[in-house]
């Protein structure tokens, strides 16, 4: 139902409630004034009854005397003594005989206020009349007239003021159903405007509303609706971006609310707080249960009072991880808390201090060898030419290592350079695994190994030849040189993607203690350093594996193989 059938309803029915009570009342009221009226003229018989009585004896022969004074002939007297028995009624020849009158209603009436009236059949005639009863000290007289057609039209109210009362009720509702309407119409206008924005649907902003108080609010109102709105567009494009950039970044950000509730948190940020609450939570919440955060949770609740925007930062090491924890705390006590895993810089140092370290001791171990074997044959000019040949070809050997050596720490700087000094192309992986299997052809024979592979000749990607070729070949080398003999090598594709091939290099061999997985890709990082030495490995080949697994946008982790052996998992991305 619209508003201005609501307000027309409501006006309809509280007219039509006065109007009606006011009718009601002006009708009974007039209706009462004409049976005054008529009650005074019966008084006034009963009264004249009354008087003739007080100057006669009250006798049947006296009582019927009275009658003719009246000039009603149709006007019906009934005379009774104080406890209600009739002695007189001029409408029964043998008044004795009738009933007790105590129980009438108008005796009733009379009784309790000196005089009654009542409209009624009588029991006695079976006609309606009009009864008066007046009590006197002695007895009580009552008059009556004939209920008819003329005793009805004197008592009737004059139909003019019902009629009158219609027409204004009319001229009202026809006034009110204008003025509702009208009030109404731009509140509609403005029901139709919020329901539209309410939907999303699209807006009419140039509504046009009446000239009134009522209308200037209105277009007030729009005005503002469209400020508003523009400016809720800015904020979404703002918040969108915001959120956007959470998402995607590599920091872990988590958003509270005062009472420590989440408001909003990225998955690197629910990540990190189930690690350091040794817990995989759905929610952040039991970070502020993490005994090393304790003093963020201090900082937190200390600042509730001040009210004033701080920060607290500070690093936690766990399991061989490095975190760097920040909070700031704002003014409206909300609080943000950002936690950045900086094992990896850590690792970056410890590690460049290792890496030069191992450089250095790589180095000088093959030139100090070099120098010991030419020192002796300089020292000694008269040394056995087979032990001159001896030293030089061991010289020689130390100098091959040192040349592999240098070889690697170059690839692993080109790899560091990445795309800066590397060419990319469309690469068969079948064709250079096939490669790499004919140039250790002889090594996998003389250690009695097995290699079987699922590649096909439409593997390919768009990378570089000679970096592919390094994957497989230090893979398998490190195979050669640590699994031990009559191995089998098993080299997959197991699963592509629209973006990635998917693969295993797994073997069946000695396989390497948990402890060592997670630094096998370090760099110079050997799991048994004399025996590498002695093998001629330099400690790179794995690093530079994992340098060009990470070049061409894959990833890669080691695990042990079910039942012994050492399995790589590692991905390359197509193009």
Same mark, same amino acid.
């Given at each position: 139902?619209?508003?201005?059938?609501? %307000?027309?309803?409501?006006?309809? %029915?509280?007219?039509?409630?006065?109007?009606?009570?006011?009718?009601?009342?002006?009708?009974?009221?007039?209706?009462?004034?004409?049976?005054?009226?008529?009650?005074? *003229?019966?008084?006034?018989?009963? /009264?004249?009854?009354?008087?003739? %009585?007080?100057?006669?004896?009250?006798?049947?022969?006296?009582?019927?005397?009275?009658?003719?004074?009246?000039?009603?002939?149709?006007?019906?007297?009934?005379?009774?003594?104080?406890?209600?028995?009739?002695?007189?009624?001029?409408?029964?020849?043998?008044?004795?005989? %009738?009933?007790?009158?105590?129980?009438?209603?108008?005796?009733?009436?009379?009784?309790?206020?000196? /005089?009654?009236?009542?409209?009624?059949?009588?029991?006695?005639?079976?006609?309606?009349?009009?009864?008066?009863?007046?009590?006197?000290?002695?007895?009580?007289?009552?008059? !009556?007239?004939?209920?008819?057609?003329?005793?009805?039209?004197?008592?009737?109210?004059?139909?003019?003021?019902?009629?009158?009362?219609?027409?204004?009720?009319?001229?009202?509702?026809?006034?009110?159903?204008?003025?509702?309407?009208?009030?109404?119409?731009?509140?509609?206008?403005?029901?139709?405007?919020?329901? @539209?924005?309410? #939907?999303?649907?699209?807006?009419?902003?140039?509504?046009?509303?009446?000239?009134?108080?009522?209308?200037?609010?209105?277009?007030?109102?729009?005005?503002?609706?469209?400020?508003?709105?523009?400016?809720?567009?800015?904020?979404?494009?703002?918040?969108?971006?915001?959120?956007?950039?959470?998402?995607?970044?590599?920091?872990?950000?988590?958003?509270?609310?005062?009472?420590?509730?989440?408001?909003?948190?990225?998955?690197?940020?629910?990540?990190?707080?189930?690690?350091?609450?040794?817990?995989?939570?759905?929610?952040?919440?039991?970070?502020?249960?993490?005994?090393?955060?304790?003093?963020?949770?201090?900082?937190?609740?200390?600042?509730?009072?001040?009210?004033?925007?701080?920060?607290?930062?500070?690093?936690?090491?766990?399991?061989?991880?490095?975190?760097?924890?920040? $909070?700031?705390?704002? *003014?409206?006590?909300?609080?943000?808390?950002?936690?950045?895993?900086?094992?990896?810089? +850590?690792?970056? #140092?410890?590690?460049?201090?290792?890496?030069?370290?191992?450089? /250095?001791?790589?180095?000088?171990?093959?030139?100090?060898?070099?120098?010991?074997?030419?020192?002796?044959?300089?020292?000694?000019?008269?040394?056995?030419?087979?032990?001159?040949?001896?030293?030089?070809?061991?010289?020689?050997?130390?100098?091959?290592?040192?040349?592999?050596?240098?070889?690697?720490?170059?690839?692993?700087?080109?790899?560091?350079? @990445?795309?800066?000094?590397?060419?990319?192309?469309? $690469? #068969?992986? #079948?064709?250079?695994?096939?490669?790499?299997? @004919?140039?250790?052809?002889?090594?996998?024979?003389?250690?009695?190994?097995?290699?079987?592979?699922?590649?096909?000749?439409?593997?390919?990607?768009?990378?570089?030849?000679?970096?592919?070729? /390094?994957?497989?070949?230090?893979?398998?080398?490190?195979?050669?040189?640590? !699994?031990?003999?009559?191995?089998?090598?098993?080299?997959? $594709?197991?699963?592509?993607?629209?973006?990635?091939?998917?693969?295993?290099?797994?073997?069946?061999?000695?396989?390497?203690? +948990?402890?060592?997985?997670?630094?096998?890709?370090?760099?110079?990082?050997?799991?048994?350093?004399?025996?590498?030495?002695?093998?001629?490995?330099?400690?790179?080949?794995?690093?530079?594996?994992?340098?060009?697994?990470?070049?061409?946008?894959?990833?890669?982790?080691?695990?042990?193989?079910?039942?012994?052996?050492?399995?790589?998992?590692?991905?390359? @991305?197509?193009?």
């Amino acid at each position: 139902m619209r508003l201005y059938h609501k %307000l027309f309803l409501y006006f309809f %029915l509280l007219i039509l409630f006065l109007m009606a009570s006011i009718t009601f009342v002006q009708y009974k009221r007039e209706q009462n004034m004409h049976a005054v009226q008529l009650d005074a *003229q019966l008084q006034k018989y009963n /009264s004249l009854v009354a008087n003739f %009585l007080t100057e006669r004896e009250l006798h049947p022969d006296t009582l019927g005397q009275f009658v003719a004074l009246f000039p009603e002939t149709e006007l019906r007297v009934t005379i009774t003594d104080a406890q209600g028995n009739v002695l007189f009624d001029s409408s029964v020849t043998e008044s004795e005989k %009738l009933e007790n009158h105590s129980s009438r209603p108008e005796f009733i009436i009379a009784r309790k206020k000196g /005089s009654g009236r009542a409209i009624r059949l009588s029991a006695t005639t079976g006609k309606d009349y009009f009864y008066y009863v007046t009590k006197f000290p002695d007895y009580y007289v009552r008059s !009556a007239l004939p209920y008819n057609v003329e005793l009805r039209s004197l008592l009737k109210v004059n139909s003019f003021f019902f009629y009158f009362m219609v027409t204004i009720l009319i001229l009202a509702l026809l006034t009110f159903y204008l003025i509702t309407r009208n009030f109404t119409k731009t509140i509609d206008r403005m029901r139709i405007f919020t329901e @539209k924005a309410k #939907n999303g649907e699209e807006l009419i902003t140039d509504v046009e509303f009446p000239k009134d108080e009522l209308g200037e609010i209105s277009s007030n109102m729009v005005m503002l609706y469209k400020q508003l709105a523009k400016t809720k567009d800015e904020v979404n494009n703002e918040r969108e971006k915001l959120i956007n950039h959470l998402y995607i970044s590599q920091e872990g950000l988590g958003i509270f609310s005062e009472d420590k509730k989440e408001v909003l948190t990225n998955q690197v940020f629910i990540q990190y707080a189930g690690f350091l609450s040794d817990k995989n939570e759905a929610t952040s919440d039991e970070i502020f249960n993490v005994p090393e955060l304790a003093e963020i949770n201090a900082f937190i609740d200390e600042n509730k009072i001040n009210r004033q925007m701080r920060r607290k930062e500070m690093t936690i090491e766990k399991d061989s991880r490095f975190f760097f924890v920040q $909070c700031i705390v704002f *003014q409206d006590n909300t609080f943000e808390i950002s936690i950045n895993d900086v094992t990896a810089q +850590e690792h970056e #140092n410890e590690l460049k201090r290792e890496i030069t370290q191992n450089v /250095s001791h790589e180095l000088k171990t093959p030139v100090s060898t070099i120098m010991g074997y030419m020192e002796s044959i300089l020292d000694n000019p008269d040394l056995p030419k087979e032990r001159q040949a001896f030293f030089i070809e061991r010289s020689f050997q130390q100098a091959q290592r040192l040349s592999v050596l240098l070889q690697d720490i170059s690839t692993l700087n080109r790899l560091d350079e @990445k795309e800066k000094v590397i060419d990319k192309e469309v $690469c #068969n992986l #079948n064709y250079i695994l096939q490669e790499v299997l @004919k140039d250790v052809a002889l090594e996998i024979e003389d250690k009695g190994y097995k290699v079987n592979h699922n590649f096909h000749n439409g593997l390919e990607i768009k990378g570089n030849h000679s970096h592919i070729y /390094s994957i497989f070949r230090n893979l398998i080398d490190n195979a050669l040189a640590y !699994a031990g003999v009559n191995v089998q090598i098993d080299i997959n $594709c197991y699963r592509e993607d629209d973006r990635f091939y998917y693969f295993t290099f797994s073997d069946n061999g000695v396989g390497v203690s +948990e402890e060592h997985l997670n630094r096998l890709f370090e760099r110079f990082y050997r799991v048994d350093k004399g025996r590498s030495r002695k093998m001629g490995g330099t400690g790179l080949g794995l690093a530079i594996v994992k340098n060009s697994v990470i070049y061409h946008k894959g990833t890669i982790t080691a695990k042990n193989t079910p039942g012994g052996g050492l399995t790589f998992v590692f991905s390359l @991305k197509k193009y």
